[in-house]
């Protein structure tokens, strides 16, 4: 028997929704409205979407439940993948009553390539069918028992079919059989339903259909053989008592393939309304890595999408927003985002892997800001370095840590020490090649560019893709907004520093205030920037020309705050320094210089660690290099900007039990205040944020 899948992790929302909408006996409510939803999980590549549905699998494995994954299935037709679902739900169950397809199954025989029905004799025509039923029964029961010896079977609905060639029987039967008898009697009536002529007519129209070039002909297949999957489903659900309905799982409908399947239903379902048949009992659960392939994604503006939170989903929050006249089907779509890891599940999943392990997960947590599969990588690097003995100089190194890649569908790489293998990259490359892989390479070089700016739209208004294509300059923000990597912007103050508290700073009376536009993922942008600060100095984009140049335009358009961060990333310690000494008096509280202070430290380092040296030691060095005469007049100021500047990447931020950056942030802060008359009690009151004892 295999083992159960992990159960992930902050996705109990989900799994409430699944429940309700899979009950057959809920509320009043569900039983008169009856519709069900197409649930779709949107997330960035990595965020566990699959791990989800294999989930769902296995808690719904005792009822009807199928999955498919499109991602490697190419221009798969409609009614191919209602042959792979319908093969998925007829396996047979224990206790439960069999699910048939008779009507897709006669349905799928006549359409198959080299079948070619007599439309003027329907003697001949229906003596055609009837062997190819007969031919297809002794396929299937070849299939049975080849299915014993190998157990092909089971997982065959996994796996993506081409063409129509598989016999139908092979497809269908799963363990539960109709005789070719019923089949033939069940599927005839279904089709002459609307026809006025002999029951054949229909199978040979449709068969002539499937010999055709048209699109419009080979869409007609399509949906008559989808609303015989559909009409199978009703039926099989009328015939006996069931508590559950079936489940479809979707992997990666954003690939070819998946919104043909998913538009058509869609649509089969608006035409069942009007035409008064029972909803079906099918629960769709899809997966996504790209929004602008999902209806139902609503947007109020140029910033971020508008998407549905895993903890706040349920059925009634889907059926509340179904508009009272609807305009279109985007009703019937019900887009869920998948969340990141909470620093505490990090360290839950720390845990599993080894006893001192959850001493070293809040560094995971704050590297990747809980991106699931990029957790697993660095845990599985941080559980090979606590094994080998390493310490706090080994974990600032682990971005340069050797892995040996796995194939891009989700492998976390295996990590390996120095010497490596001879596959082996950085940690930082293989990550940054695993969420980026869906990009081509001028896409990303572009996108390395973009990461020297705070805001990602300012890198596009700052001219710095202008080196670029047309096409990657019109495209790349769609790009990246479509496939989730931009966020709100995490508020500037202590506790993205490594102190206590968060937000405090939001609003105040500052006269320079930051813009809220969206910013790239916090790790996304950590491995970008790496990678720009590596780019030599000679190239036409590095990280100096970069930073220059929205330095400059922060600049022209007066936002001085934005200046000075880029000037810091460039090194001008100096200049920062005496730029905050002189704003010490001139705002009007503490508040709105901290605002000043932790805005403009935030700023990227171009070598942020050195594990041979403490932060703390560094810091100081910082101060006196890049900032000699503020060291000489003001030296807590400088050495608290370059403390805190240091502290802007968790891998300074070790150890982390006392970081020792923490000490010295604190005792900066109280010697400012004693030199600070009127800033005493705030400067007192931030330095207690830093105290490791408290």
């Known amino acids: 028997m295999p083992e159960p899948p992990e159960h992930p992790v902050g996705i109990e929302g989900i799994e409430a929704l699944y429940r309700e909408c899979r009950q057959r006996t809920g509320s009043t409510r569900r039983r008169r409205e009856g519709d069900l939803p197409v649930i779709v999980l949107v997330g960035r590549r990595g965020n566990g979407k699959t791990a989800v549905l294999k989930w769902l699998r296995h808690r719904g494995s005792r009822r009807p439940c199928a999955m498919y994954d499109f991602r490697d299935a190419g221009a798969v037709r409609p009614h191919e993948v209602a042959r792979q679902i319908a093969f998925g739900l007829s396996q047979r169950l224990h206790r439960q009553p069999p699910l048939y397809f008779p009507r897709l199954q006669l349905g799928l025989l006549a359409v198959a390539p080299g079948l070619t029905l007599d439309g003027s004799d329907a003697r001949l025509a229906g003596a055609q069918l009837r062997e190819a ?9 070849f299939a049975d028992q080849v299915s014993n010896a190998v157990g092909f079977l089971q997982e065959l609905n996994l796996l993506p079919v081409p063409g129509v060639a598989f016999a139908a029987g092979l497809l269908l039967r799963g363990r539960s059989v109709l005789p070719p008898r019923a089949v033939w009697r069940t599927g005839l009536a279904w089709y002459s339903r609307h ?36 009409a199978d489903l009703r039926a099989g659900y009328r015939r006996g008592r069931r508590d559950r309905n079936c489940t479809v799982l979707l992997d990666n409908v954003d690939s070819p393939g998946g919104r043909p399947f998913l538009d058509l239903l869609v649509r089969l379902r608006d035409t069942d309304a009007q ?9 769709v659960l899809a997966t996504a890595s790209t929004i602008r392939r999902v209806p139902g994604v609503s947007s109020a503006g140029p910033g971020l999408p508008r998407i549905r939170q895993a903890e706040a989903v349920s059925y009634r929050d889907w059926a509340d927003s179904r508009p009272a006249r609807p305009h279109d089907s985007t009703w019937r779509w019900y887009p869920v985002q998948l969340p990141d890891l909470t620093a505490a599940e990090v360290s839950r999943l720390g845990a599993r892997l080894a006893p001192r392990l959850p001493e070293a997960t809040p560094l995971v947590h704050r590297l990747t800001y809980g991106h699931p599969w990029s957790v697993h990588l ?28 796995q194939d891009g569908a989700g492998g976390t790489g295996a990590p390996h020490g120095a010497g490596g293998t001879g596959g082996a990259v950085r940690l930082e490359q293989h990550a940054l090649h695993h969420l980026l892989q869906d990009l081509g390479d001028q896409q990303r070089r572009a996108l390395v560019l973009c990461s020297a700016a705070r805001e990602f739209d300012t890198a596009t208004d700052a001219g710095l893709l202008t080196r670029f294509t047309e096409q990657t300059q019109r495209t790349l923000g ?12 995490v508020p500037e103050d202590a506790g993205t520093r490594g102190g206590r508290g968060s937000g405090y700073l939001l609003g105040p009376a500052a006269p320079h205030l930051l813009s809220s536009g969206p910013v790239m ?39 001085p705050v934005d200046a000075l961060y880029h000037r810091l990333a460039l090194g001008g310690l100096d200049e920062v320094v005496e730029h905050l000494s002189a704003r010490m008096w001139e705002l009007p509280g503490t508040a709105a210089w901290l605002y000043e202070l932790y805005a403009v430290t935030a700023a990227p380092m171009r070598r942020p660690v050195d594990p041979e040296v403490s932060a703390a030691e560094r810091a100081d060095a910082l101060a ?36 020792e950056l923490n000490y010295t942030i604190s005792s900066m802060f109280l010697e400012l205040a004693v030199t600070s008359d009127a800033r005493i009690a705030g400067l007192r009151h931030e330095a207690a944020r830093y105290d490791v004892h408290l």
């Open 133 to 141: 039923l007969r031919r297809d029964e002794a396929r299937g029961q």
């Open 195 to 230: 026809r006025q002529h002999a029951p054949l007519d229909a199978l040979v129209h449709l068969n002539k259909l499937s010999r055709s070039t048209s699109p419009a002909d080979l869409a007609e297949v399509d949906e008559q053989l989808c609303r015989a999957f559909l």
């Open 275 to 283: 035409d008064g048949l029972d909803p079906d009992p099918l629960v």
């Open 378 to 405: 660095l845990h599985g690097a941080v559980s090979e370095i606590i094994g080998q003995g390493g310490g706090d100089p080994e974990l600032r190194r682990i971005l340069e840590r050797e892995v040996e890649p």
């Open 478 to 489: 769609q790009e990246v907004r479509s496939r989730l990597w931009l966020v709100d912007p």
């Open 521 to 559: 993922h916090t790790w996304l942008r950590l491995l970008l920037l790496g990678e720009l600060a590596g780019l030599p100095d000679s190239s036409p984009l590095n990280w100096t020309t970069a930073h220059e140049q929205l330095c400059g335009w922060h600049r022209d358009h007066d936002r």
């Open 624 to 659: 006196r290099e890049l900032a000699p005469r503020s060291f000489r007049d003001s030296r807590s100021l400088a050495v608290l900007t370059a403390a805190l500047w240091l502290a802007a990447d968790p891998r300074n931020r070790l150890p982390n039990a006392a970081p």
